[in-house]
């Protein structure tokens, strides 16, 4: 490894600077098109050769995140490293900042990427999670849900996502097969157990921080899911204000606890008795952000740009309302269709193949007041 210092990053990038770009999805390929109107270039890294944000990067280093000899061309090819999701090892982000500036910070990826760290730090900073307690093996899951009760949830702390490696619990249930069926899907990872919450609205607030510790957030919206993963996001979401603005409180506050430079997606519970609960964490551009693009001055992609860039934060004002609609699988085959109304803004991502429940693109209704 080279042994000089880490470039500064005091100022903002001048147009014509490298964003580099750990990982190769939609999201990347939306805030590499975001970075692109602002004048700069994209390069992405990850392991997959035909990625959606491949397709639209100037470059992309196809590799795995543990080839440090891949990383370290990366990290001198690039003047400042963000990631697109947050399953990135923690180990390959240790040694991309010992290179290159990188926004955000390790420390709040590897806050973001355990649920139970990520519980831990909400709880530090007095932010309201649902009740929780750790599983590190069958004896402390009997424990953990003798304690929370049932019903509850077993989920694996690392490497969840759209409900993958979560496990309902009730008074019947066998816990050596829950266990079991929670490590079928991350062999290494610990558990957490979780009570049930009985919301009324799951929303989110995204919340960007820019490198002067500045905040902007964007309204909370309500998410609507089918089969775990995200089907509808409404803008806004149909709450109180007294919610709403204590929903956005909260993600600022944790954004900048965390001191984070980027961009924070706080998915939270809204109970019938209107406590607003964390559910989790992404420190990215965040699927239920998608709506902004067409319905906001500064889209979360721009944003992600601008503070990950140094920029000034752009303004997080509403235009109009919107539905986002993801479409899943084979949902994209409707395309020509969604084409046909002159009102849809269709988004696609570029992927060969259309598995089920797969993230194929979205389509955006704005709905003028
Ligand atoms: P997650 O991967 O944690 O976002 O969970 C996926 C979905 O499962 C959430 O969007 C909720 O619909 C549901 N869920 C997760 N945790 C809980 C919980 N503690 N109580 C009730 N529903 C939950």
New binding site residues.
Partial sequence: MPDHPVPDLSGPLAPGATLGILGNGQLGRMAALAAARLGYRCHAYGPEADGPANQVCDAATVAAYDDEAALARFAAAVDVVTFEFENIPLATVEVLEKLVPLRPSAKVLSICQH?LREKEFCHGASVPT?DYRPAEDVDSLQQAVNEIGTPC?L?SAEL????KG?VRITADSDLGEAWNAMRGHAAQAIGIV????E?RM?ISVIVARGANGTTRAYVPVE?R?KN?ILDETIAPANLPDEISDRAEAIARHLAQEMELVGLLAV?M?VTHDNKVLV??MAPRPHNSGHWTIDACVTSQFEQFVRAVAGLPLGSTERLCDAVMKNLLGDEIDDWKKILGDPGNKLHLYGKASARPGRKMGHVTRLIRR
């Avoid at 979780?194 to 919450?197: G, K, L, Q, R, S």
């Fill in positions: 649920r649902a949830i989920k969840g996502y759209d409900g979560q979780e009570a049930v919450v919301f799951e998410n899911h775990h998915e519970f559910n989790e």
